[in-house]
T-cell receptor, first 111, second 113 residues
C-alpha cells in the first residue's frame, strides 16, 4: 500500500463547475498537508499549505484536512480553463523535511 | 517565494554517459532537495543537500549513481551517472521556504536513448 493514494484521473469538468480532488494517506504522523498545481512542462507550484485538521480558504480554492479519516481534499469553485493542470497532494511529518506526494490528478476544465 | 533556475531544461543523452543538472536559487537556503518524477509516478525524493556536508540519500538512491554537490547556500548540482533508459524522467530541485512551503524549479526532462 502506498503511503499516499490519489486518483490519477483524468478528470474533465465544464467551466464554472465545482471540482473536488482528494487524497488518502496511511501515515498518522503526517501533520503538514499541501496541494500543488503543475502545468505541463513546469515544476509544481504551491497552492495551499495547511497544518493538522481543518479548512483553509484562498480565493476559489478550499483545502480540507480530516486527520481522523486520513483524508484531504481540495475544492475549486467556479473552475476556469486556466485551472487545467495536474494537481498533486503532498504531506510531511513534523520535524521531517521530506515530502511524500500523491501521483497527481490530471484536471481539464472544458470551456 | 524563492526563484529557482534549473538547467538544462531538457536533454537527450546516450546510455552510459552522465548528465549534470544545475540548480540556482535567488536567496540563501539551508537545504536543497532533489526529486525525480517518472511518468505516472509520484514525485520521489532522491536526496537532501546541505551546504558543507554530504548529501543524505533516500532508500533506493545511491551516491555513485546520483552524486550531488552543494558548494554554497544558493547552488547545487545533481549528476545522473552511467545512464540507462530507466533513468529517463523529470528531475526537479526544490527548496523549503518554511511559511511559504516548498518551491520547485521547472525541472529537467531527461531522455536516455
Amino acid at each position: 500500500q502506498k503511503e499516499v493514494e490519489q486518483d490519477p484521473g483524468p478528470l474533465s469538468v465544464p467551466e464554472g463547475a465545482i471540482v473536488s480532488l482528494n487524497c488518502t494517506y496511511s501515515n498518522s504522523a503526517f501533520q503538514y498537508f499541501m496541494w500543488y498545481r503543475q502545468y505541463s512542462r513546469k515544476g509544481p507550484e504551491l497552492l495551499m499549505y495547511t497544518y493538522s485538521s481543518g479548512n483553509k480558504e484562498d480565493g476559489r480554492f478550499t483545502a480540507q484536512v480530516d486527520k481522523s479519516s486520513k483524508y484531504i481534499s481540495l475544492f475549486i469553485r467556479d473552475s476556469q480553463p486556466s485551472d487545467s493542470a495536474t494537481y498533486l497532494c503532498a504531506m510531511s511529518e513534523t520535524g521531517n523535511e521530506k515530502l511524500t506526494f500523491g501521483t497527481g490528478t490530471r484536471l481539464t476544465i472544458i470551456p | 517565494s524563492a526563484v529557482i533556475s534549473q538547467k538544462p531544461s531538457r536533454d537527450i543523452c546516450q546510455r552510459g554517459t552522465s548528465l549534470t543538472i544545475q540548480c540556482q536559487v535567488d536567496s540563501q537556503v539551508t537545504m536543497m532537495f532533489w526529486y525525480r518524477q517518472q511518468p505516472g509516478q509520484s514525485l520521489t525524493l532522491i536526496a537532501t543537500a546541505n551546504q558543507g556536508s554530504e548529501a543524505t540519500y533516500e532508500s533506493g538512491f545511491v551516491i555513485d549513481k546520483f552524486p550531488i554537490s552543494r558548494p554554497n547556500l544558493t547552488f547545487s548540482t545533481l549528476t545522473v551517472s552511467n545512464m540507462s533508459p530507466e533513468d529517463s524522467s523529470i528531475y526537479l530541485c526544490s527548496v523549503d521556504r518554511t511559511a511559504y512551503g516548498y518551491t520547485f524549479g521547472s525541472g529537467t526532462r531527461l531522455t536516455v536513448v
